[in-house]
């Protein structure tokens, strides 16, 4: 008879392991499921982020190019005053340099090219 006892309290362990690993497997899946949905939202809300900066990137650089091109017309513009006001300073006898604020939009002139226009 104690052995039957034995045997039945056996079982009955088995069951309880059995159902914890069960209930233990549905805590595992249910845990997965919510690591999937937080993924998923965090893929979703970076790549939100990213296509407004993309879109803002876009705008930016259109002032950019914009920008330079107005500085690539005004010195355009400013080479044609300091060629026009040279030949008139020689033709007076005078120096190109003594003529205020040349050498300043050489500079610029300069400047400009180096760093907004040759890039």
Same mark, same amino acid.
């Given at each position: 008879?104690?052995?039957?006892?034995?045997?039945?309290?056996?079982?009955?362990?088995?069951?309880?392991?059995?159902?914890?690993?069960?209930?233990?497997?549905?805590? @595992?899946?249910?845990?997965?499921? *919510?690591?999937? +949905?937080?993924?998923?939202? /965090? %893929?979703? =809300?970076?790549?939100?982020?990213?296509?407004?900066?993309?879109?803002?990137?876009?705008?930016?650089?259109?002032?950019?190019?914009?920008?330079?091109?107005?500085?690539?017309?005004?010195?355009?513009?400013?080479?044609? @005053?300091?060629?026009?006001?040279? *030949?008139?300073? +020689?033709?007076?006898?005078? /120096? %190109?340099? =003594?003529?205020?604020?040349?050498?300043?939009?050489?500079?610029?002139?300069?400047?400009?090219?180096?760093?907004?226009?040759?890039?």
């Amino acid at each position: 008879m104690n052995k039957i006892l034995n045997k039945i309290a056996q079982m009955e362990r088995n069951a309880a392991e059995l159902q914890e690993v069960e209930l233990a497997s549905h805590k @595992v899946e249910l845990a997965n499921v *919510k690591d999937i +949905s937080k993924a998923l939202f /965090d %893929i979703r =809300d970076i790549q939100e982020k990213l296509n407004k900066s993309e879109g803002s990137l876009k705008a930016l650089q259109n002032t950019v190019d914009s920008q330079k091109e107005q500085l690539k017309t005004q010195v355009t513009k400013a080479e044609s @005053v300091i060629t026009e006001l040279t *030949k008139q300073v +020689s033709a007076i006898g005078l /120096d %190109i340099n =003594d003529v205020e604020n040349y050498d300043r939009l050489v500079y610029e002139i300069n400047s400009s090219k180096k760093n907004y226009l040759n890039k």
